[in-house]
T-cell receptor, first 112, second 112 residues
Framework: DAKTTQPNSMESNEEEPVHLPCNHSTISGTDYIHWYRQLPSQGPEYVIHGLTSNVNNRMASLAIAEDRKSSTLILHRATLRDAAVYYCILRDRNFGNEKLTFGTGTRLTIIP | AAGVIQSPRHLIKEKRETATLKCYPI?????VYWYQQGPGQDPQFLIS???????DKGSIPDRFSAQQFSDYHSELNMSSLELGDSALYFC???????????FGSGTQLSVL
């Protein structure tokens, strides 16, 4: 499985933007970049995904480097409810319903 | 909207007992994944099913078995329970047209 590297933890002030980095230097051409987050005592929750172009949805934005070897999840205005572990995951859709392989995500702490 | 339902929410067993965890996917989802998350650890893939057939297998012990039924719900059967099996067990579902996995709230299994 292609692997990703994320910082173990990050802190951010409430109502400020947060940029969560992810390195995936061994990404293949068919790997999609997925982000999930896990709030305490809950199952992982889908945040966003992309292939080559930057993506936006109501939760976040995903900025993908031109060489695709890194990406950044952007929370535009962090709230206390965004405190969670954020996982950056590569998923090869060529194999149909490929499983998600979770690595060690980034624990985001929001400071009030 | 209907989500992934897991039951029971909590389960307490003693060593060497058996346990059955159930997962009811979102309607019309044909693929189910099982994950195990130990205390302070990241989710680990166990097994997945597509259209009632096993589609992928991860680090699932031989003491565990699972199946997907005709109504697409899935059950994880765990025998000869060990203390190390204490964990949060998540089920996720999706369909081939969907890029996202939807996770349930999990079953917290405690083996005493």
């Amino acid at each position: 499985d292609a692997k990703t590297t994320q910082p173990n933890s990050m802190e951010s002030n409430e109502e400020e933007p947060v940029h969560l980095p992810c390195n995936h230097s061994t990404i293949s051409g068919t790997d999609y970049i997925h982000w999930y987050r896990q709030l305490p005592s809950q199952g992982p929750e889908y945040v966003i995904h992309g292939l080559t172009s930057n993506v936006n949805n109501r939760m976040a934005s995903l900025a993908i480097a031109e060489d695709r070897k890194s990406s950044t999840l952007i929370l535009h205005r962090a709230t206390l409810r965004d405190a969670a572990v954020y996982y950056c995951i590569l998923r090869d859709r060529n194999f149909g319903n490929e499983k998600l392989t979770f690595g060690t995500g980034t624990r985001l702490t929001i400071i009030p | 909207a209907a989500g992934v339902i897991q039951s029971p929410r909590h389960l307490i067993k003693e060593k060497r007992e058996t346990a059955t965890l159930k997962c009811y996917p979102i309607p019309r989802h044909d693929t189910v994944y099982w994950y195990q998350q130990g205390p302070g650890q990241d989710p680990q893939f166990l097994i997945s099913f597509y259209e009632k057939m096993q589609s992928d297998k991860g680090s699932i012990p031989d003491r565990f078995s699972a199946q997907q039924f005709s109504d697409y719900h899935s059950e994880l059967n765990m025998s000869s329970l060990e203390l190390g099996d204490s964990a949060l067990y998540f089920c996720a579902s999706t369909d081939r047209a969907n890029e996202k996995l939807f996770f349930g709230s999990g079953t917290q299994l405690s083996v005493l």
